[in-house]
């Protein structure tokens, strides 16, 4: 049995929209709430992700309204903070985990380049 949408079409706005905008304001009040909060540092943080982890939030898009990922992949990071508490937005503390994995990466590929230039 197929669940009801938890929003219904009102007036010109469609739920599309709707959500959206309810997403959106669930995730500004994440970050309100990082920032009222002490907020453990994020490169430390990623240190101590396991790799499922890692992997789902570097597989993040950016949609108009904010980075998001998969629902299935909300799912697994949900528990670690990285997602808004309901919907597949990234949080506040989770763009700053994929900021540094996504460094990291950057870092370990130009390490590889000047290795491979150094052989040759």
């Not at 929003?7 to 739920?15: K, R, Y």
């Not at 540092?41 to 904010?66: F, I, M």
Request: net charge neutral.
């Amino acid at each position: 049995m197929m669940a009801a949408r938890p929003f219904a079409d009102a007036g010109n706005i469609t739920s599309t929209e709707e959500e959206d905008a309810i997403l959106l304001d669930l995730a500004r009040r994440d970050a309100m709430r990082s920032m009222r909060f002490e907020v453990p540092d994020a490169e430390e943080y990623a240190r101590r992700l396991p790799a499922g982890v890692v992997e789902a939030l570097k597989s993040g898009w950016k949609s108009p309204t904010g980075f998001r990922v998969t629902s299935d992949r909300a799912d697994l990071l949900r528990p670690y903070s990285l997602v808004e508490c309901k919907g597949t937005h990234l949080s506040a503390f989770g763009l700053n985990v994929r900021r540094v994995l996504l460094q990291w990466d950057r870092e370990e590929a130009e390490e590889q380049r000047w290795i491979g230039k150094k052989r040759t």
